[in-house]
């Protein structure tokens, strides 16, 4: 038995979540919205609350749109127009992401332009955004991590070892 005090419940707390009927739209689409809304500022308000949940570049967000039932026009002008008022804006996301990413992980410049570039960010601002790593720090990120992986490889011969050790940087 339990005595536990009627106040105190130790279930889960129950969550309340939008369940997508099998024939209606999907949550947060422009689908979802009233027929009667302007689809560009349906698009802008979906935008909106995309950007409030996570920053995006401009082509992350521009494929949310158009994913969510913006038609691609629409979902072309509503980036453009965030972009100009500073709302998206990749050159401060892709600093961002790099410092972050860097100091985080520890991810070498290479991996980091593969990222940048895979999220649409154009090269010259992924350039820019990679001069935020600096040789000094990118070496003892480096030096770290193999401090870490040699105990696994000590019983190696040493060219194996090595070949594993340099593989993995």
Excluded: N
């Amino acid at each position: 038995t339990s005595h536990r005090s009627p106040s105190t419940s130790y279930a889960r707390p129950v969550t309340r979540r939008r369940r997508r009927d099998a024939d209606g739209p999907t949550p947060g689409s422009l689908a979802d919205l009233q027929d009667d809304v302007d689809p560009e500022q349906a698009a802008r308000s979906i935008a909106l609350r995309r950007l409030t949940a996570a920053p995006r570049t401009a082509v992350e967000l521009r494929d949310d749109l158009v994913s969510r039932g913006v038609d691609p026009e629409i979902a072309d002008g509503v980036v453009e127009r965030f972009t100009e008022v500073g709302l998206v804006d990749d050159r401060a996301y892709a600093a961002m992401w790099v410092q972050s990413r860097s100091r985080t992980r520890g991810l070498a410049r290479s991996v980091l332009r593969q990222e940048l570039r895979r999220k649409g960010v154009a090269d010259a601002e992924v350039t820019d955004a990679l001069l935020l790593v600096d040789d000094a720090g990118e070496r003892e990120q480096a030096r770290r991590l193999v401090e870490r992986r040699v105990p696994s490889v000590h019983r190696l011969e040493p060219a194996a070892r090595e070949r594993r050790l340099v593989g993995m940087l």
